[in-house]
């Protein structure tokens, strides 16, 4: 007998498969091959492949934004958070795959808006680590787009030419230089 799948199973299968190979792999009938299940247990929890797929995402922006926040606030000190934040980011290749299926599906329509939350969530919450370190709030703001910017960047060459992105502490250490540095 097969033991019985839950939503939290369906759905970190296909966070798995959306980091591999985009959105489109997020299809039940794969993802019960990869599970072991049958298509009725997916259906069981999701009345279609758009259900699962909306489900999967609010799980990436509850585990890879929410979480990661609730994370870095353990840190005292704005500047202590921000390097928590970047060594936690630029360090999570499997997240950095997921953002990048996401980023390519960006005109999807069920992933349009979670892109859009997560990206204003994200650099609003750099916004408020840049004033609390005492960068006024323009001055904040695109110190924020920068911070982002670089973690993208990165996230791109980890996938695309890893070999690039050596000395991934010492890279950490020269970007957190760069966006807090005072003119």
Known sequence: MRARRTK????????????EGGVAAV????????????KGSA???FPNREALLRATLERWEREHTEAVIDLVEAEAAPRDRLRRLFGFVL??????????ALLAAKDDPAVAPVLLRVTDRRVD???ELFEAIGFPADDARHRAVLAYSVYLGQAQLMTAAPHVVR?????????????TARA
């Open 125 to 127: 919450y750099l916004v």
């Open 27 to 38: 299809a039940v009938e794969p993802l019960a091959a990869r599970l072991g299940a049958t």
């Open 91 to 100: 360090e999570d290749a499997r997240s950095s795959a997921v953002e990048l």
């Open 167 to 179: 000395a991934r502490r010492a890279l950490l250490e020269h970007t957190l230089a760069a966006v």
């Open 43 to 45: 259906y069981w929890h």
């Open 8 to 19: 939290d199973d369906w759905t970190a299968v296909a966070l798995a498969a959306l980091a």
